[in-house]
Nanobody
Framework: QVQLVESGGGLVQAGDSLRLSCKAS????????MGWFRQAPGKEREFVAA????????YHADSVKGRFTISRDNAKSTVLLQMNSLKPEDTAVYYC?????????????????WGQGTQVTVSS
């Protein structure tokens, strides 16, 4: 049974930092592209960042480029999202997802497994 468990969310002020973590189990982690998505109230789930199987290739959405960094530790089956210079518009539930294709992809329906999400709230 595949499980993705996010942690690290919370309530912070604008300009602060947070680091989200996603621990995977039940799959061969190093064979999956990993992604982070977010969903704000009343909005569709949107792509944030993705990382290749080896970690050598990353892709970040324009809205977070330069502020957020995705990374992974295959030995620990963990993917991280370092979020700096947080803004109120970053407020959302953040989800990690796994894609067995091996490609860097940005659409939600291209990912095979999802976590339950962790809430990030940024106050102004």
């Amino acid at each position: 049974q595949v499980q993705l468990v996010e942690s690290g969310g919370g309530l912070v002020q604008a300009g602060d930092s947070l680091r989200l973590s996603c621990k995977a189990s039940g799959l061969t982690f190093s064979m999956y592209t990993m992604g982070w998505f977010r969903q704000a109230p009343g909005k569709e789930r949107e792509f944030v960042a993705a990382i290749s199987r080896s970690g050598g290739i990353t892709y970040h959405a324009d809205s977070v480029k330069g502020r957020f960094t995705i990374s992974r530790d295959n030995a620990k089956s963990t993917v991280l999202l370092q979020m700096n210079s947080l803004k109120p518009e970053d407020t959302a539930v953040y989800y990690c997802a796994a894609d067995r294709s091996g490609y860097i992809r940005r659409l939600t329906n291209e990912y095979d497994y999802w976590g339950q999400g962790t809430q990030v709230t940024v106050s102004s």
